[in-house]
Structures are given as structure tokens and as C-alpha cells.
């Protein structure tokens, strides 16, 4: 089996009859969804929150019943997403979809964070993938030299040879930094900046990892 499979079908043994739940963008929550979709067909009954237009669209596609974020009144009971990379402290890199701001919006207002990856994004310390920090479009470039002064090499995600929105209109410059052994000092430091909208470190976060590997096997193991 398939390691995203696996771990993106894993996670779904984790939502049951009644949840509320939030669903994150990615190839290993793809899995998630359509095994959730199998499983609503079947009669499961839950309501979900997409984090970007992409998963809206699939879930749509699934059967899966969709609840607009402004009709909350809780938190949601648990949310699912992937990661770009998984720390030893269970720290993570997400936005390589550009689906950042979203995501850890309805991560934030979740009771659980469930990480579904497969093996290989799991790192001994983070910065090997370029760190996704989304910026308002007016002034990038003037956003891009602080963000560079901060020790990185900033880069604006291009998409057929013009910026890369995301589904909030904002740009995605992708941080170079090679490593990043405080996360928590980062990410307070990176919001610091005007232009700045968020950025792709989620720290203390996290409640369950799962991972899948090649052989079909999964491990688990409780976050911060």
C-alpha cells in the first residue's frame, strides 16, 4: 500500500458518528477524504470545514457534507492535515499547497490536530523545505528584503509565469533558511513583519502524528 494512503486512511478511523471536523489540503489527506466520503455513503454522519478550494471541491465530489466556518459556534471536534515536515518535537512546515493561513485557522479552532505523512517528511530538524510565509501583494518586495535580512532566501512561488495567489489573494514567498532549530522564535519574529500574513511554522500544535510507510505499515505517536 501506498504510505500516504495509509496514513491518510488511518486517520479516519479517528472521526466518528456526530464530528464536526476540519479538512486539510494535500496528496495524504486526498485519502482521508475519499475514505470518508466511502465511509458517509455507508452512513457515517459528520459536517466538514475545508481549508482551501481544492479540498471544498473534493469533498464535494466525495458525498461529504460541508459546514460553512461562519455557522460555528464551537470548536470543531478534530481537524486532519498534512505536513511538509515533521520534527522530532512534532513541530511542523505546512503551505507547500498554499494552503497555510486556512489550515492553521481551523487547526487553531479544533479540539484535536490529527498530522497524517508518509515517511519521508518526517526531518531531525526543520528547514529542509523551503519555510511558505503568505504576504499581502502590495510592497512584496519590500517584504521579501526583511524577510531575507532574517537569515533566508526568499523566493515569490510562481505559477504559470505569474505570482501565486492563494485563495485569500495574497502571495506566498517560499524562505530558504536551510535550518531552522527555533521555531518558536521564528514564527513569533516572521508575524512581526508589516506585509507579513502568516507563515507556514506550526508549533505546539499538534495532538496525534501518523505515519505511513511504503509497506503499508503505520506508527503513531502523540503530539506536544
Not at 136 to 144: A, Q
Request: aromatic residues 6%; charged residues 25%; proline residues 6%.
Amino acid at each position: 500500500m501506498d504510505a500516504k494512503k495509509a496514513a491518510g486512511e488511518k486517520a479516519a478511523e479517528y472521526i466518528s458518528d456526530g464530528m464536526r471536523i476540519g479538512l486539510g489540503t494535500g496528496s495524504t489527506v486526498y485519502w482521508t477524504i475519499v475514505r470518508l466520503g466511502e465511509l458517509v455513503k455507508e452512513g457515517l454522519r459528520i459536517e466538514a470545514v475545508p481549508t482551501s478550494v481544492q479540498t471544498e471541491k473534493l469533498a464535494r465530489e466525495a458525498g461529504i457534507p460541508l459546514l460553512p466556518l461562519a455557522r460555528l459556534q464551537a470548536p470543531l471536534d478534530l481537524t486532519v492535515d498534512g505536513a511538509d515536515e515533521v520534527s522530532p518535537k512534532d513541530e511542523l512546515i505546512k503551505g507547500g499547497g498554499g494552503a497555510l493561513l486556512r489550515e492553521k485557522l481551523i487547526a487553531s479552532f479544533s479540539d484535536r490536530f490529527i498530522v497524517v505523512v508518509d515517511h519521508s517528511k518526517c526531518v531531525s530538524e526543520l528547514g529542509r523545505f523551503p519555510l511558505p510565509v503568505e504576504v499581502v501583494p502590495f510592497g512584496w518586495e519590500m517584504t521579501s528584503k526583511q524577510l531575507r535580512q532574517m537569515g533566508c532566501e526568499p523566493v515569490l512561488r510562481m505559477r504559470d509565469g505569474a505570482p501565486f495567489v492563494t485563495d485569500n489573494g495574497n502571495y506566498v514567498i517560499d524562505c530558504r533558511f536551510g535550518s531552522i532549530p527555533n521555531p518558536g522564535e521564528l514564527t513569533v519574529e516572521l508575524n512581526k513583519l508589516p506585509g507579513v500574513v502568516e507563515n507556514g511554522l506550526f508549533v505546539n500544535m499538534a495532538d496525534l502524528i501518523v505515519v505511513g510507510h511504503p509497506n503499508g505499515t503505520v506508527r503513531t505517536k502523540s503530539g506536544t
